[in-house]
């Protein structure tokens, strides 16, 4: 139910129709719709496959600048071509067209973390930046996350942090039409309680409900999870990775942690 990348069918909104891959599904369960420009970072990345023309890959992402988004490095394992693929930003409901979306294509390759081993997004570093073509003009539906920051926002039990996106809303159950963008609250646990479900990283960051109904990686594959920090700013604690399947179906869900890579952010995108 809850692997990694959600791949599904969806109208674009500019009415074209793109296949997706049966690969894997990331989801949103016991979630709820957002409010329509509440998450104003949330991007859309629809990333075409090389080998399968009009096949994609979807995962979710958060813009970070007036240039750049934040996404997940296994949203590129599968060949793709980036001069085909795009970001949407501003959007709510994927079925339905407003005019304050914007598509952006790449501008070049994603820059992906060095250290990254394809298809291992187990092993860590699952972090990747994606330069748009164009600059975005910001406005109440479409404005960038603030980043957690290295030794000062240490998210640990019980912080309660948010994850957002269009996956499944339960095993093989698509998110009905009009698509709407959902959220879900998730609390923070410990890498120690991770550790009893997978081999977890210091620059990982776990979330799980404790009723086990809703989990971490419930958004889309690179989507953000943010939580409000001390000064009850929204800052993006993590970036959606993997989380529970079927051999651990009740296992949190785990993200990569944001500020392990600040420096890492800051050197590729100058964010």
Same mark, same amino acid.
């Given at each position: ?59 979710? /992402? ?95 039990? /019980? ?63 690179? /989507? ?18 993997? /989380? ?28």
């Amino acid at each position: 139910m809850l692997l990694l990348q959600l791949l599904f069918s969806v109208l674009l909104l500019n009415t074209y129709e793109v296949s997706s891959s049966p690969l894997s599904k990331s989801s949103i369960v016991g979630g709820q719709d957002a409010k329509e420009g509440q998450w104003p970072w949330q991007a859309y990345l629809q990333i075409m496959w090389k080998d399968n023309p009009g096949y994609a890959t979807i995962c979710g /992402g958060s813009l970070i600048s007036q240039h750049w988004v934040l996404t997940a490095a296994h949203c590129f394992d599968i060949p793709y071509v980036f001069e085909k693929s795009h970001v949407l930003l501003g959007v709510y409901r994927l079925t339905q067209h407003n005019s304050h979306v914007k598509r952006l294509a790449l501008k070049r390759e994603p820059i992906i973390h060095k250290s990254y081993m394809v298809n291992q997004y187990q092993e860590g570093r699952d972090i990747a930046l994606v330069e748009l073509s164009g600059s975005v003009s910001y406005s109440q539906y479409i404005s960038p996350v603030t980043l957690a920051e290295a030794n000062a926002d240490d998210f640990t039990w /019980g912080w309660e942090c948010w994850a957002t996106g269009w996956g499944t809303i339960g095993k093989d159950v698509p998110l009905p039409d009009p698509k709407t963008l959902q959220e879900v609250k998730l609390p923070i646990v410990s890498n120690e309680l991770c550790k009893k479900y997978y081999n977890i990283k210091p620059e990982m960051l776990c979330a799980w409900d404790e009723h086990g109904i809703k989990s971490t990686c419930q958004g889309d594959s690179g /989507g953000p999870l943010v939580c409000k920090n001390k000064k009850l700013s929204w800052v993006q604690a993590g970036i959606t990775s993997f /989380g529970k399947n079927s051999t651990s179906p009740n296992a949190p869900g785990v993200f990569t942690r944001v500020s392990s890579f600040r420096h890492w952010i800051k050197q590729h995108s100058g964010v």
